[in-house]
């Protein structure tokens, strides 16, 4: 069963290009409510964790090493529908194939630097959520 809440991150390239506050602003736009927020720096160890999925791809290394060079924002969010209806919003991966007016049309540089991350599922919504909040049952 869907539940109301997803995970997000905005990377370092769209935080460092000074976009977090537009970004913040269509996701609340849009009718998502922002349940817990945190700005952080990964550590490439703790980078690794988060995306020890991809770990086989060949993609890692680079995935880890942009990731922790430097600050994002994470945060849980509260929607209808929440995992799905977020990833409509951020768009396709690959900013090239993202739709108009998505996050990723409007602000990632390349599939990598793509500004934004979305969970792709309820359980990884959860797990990931946990991964930056150690106190979620306060919010
Ligand atoms: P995200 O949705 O956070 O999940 C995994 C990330 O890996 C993805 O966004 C991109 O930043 C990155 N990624 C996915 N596919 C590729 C690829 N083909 N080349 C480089 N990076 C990728």
Do not use: C, W
Not at 79 to 97: D, K, Q, W
């Amino acid at each position: 069963m869907a539940t109301n809440r997803t995970f997000t991150m905005i990377k370092p390239d769209a935080f460092a290009a000074g976009n977090a506050g537009a970004i913040t602003k269509i996701i609340e736009e849009n009718g998502f409510t922002i349940k817990a927020m945190k700005l952080t720096k990964l550590s490439a160890e703790r980078a690794g964790q988060f995306y020890e999925i991809h770990k086989e791809r060949p993609f890692y290394n680079d995935l880890v090493a942009y990731m922790s060079s430097g600050s994002i924002i994470a945060m849980i969010l509260e929607n209808e529908n929440a995992v799905e209806s977020f990833r409509t919003l951020i768009g396709a991966t690959n900013p090239a194939e993202a739709a108009e007016g998505t996050i990723r049309k409007l602000f990632a540089t390349s599939i990598e630097a793509n500004a934004i991350h979305g969970s792709d599922s309820d359980e990884n919504a959860q797990i990931e959520g946990n991964f930056f909040f150690s106190d979620l049952e306060k919010f």
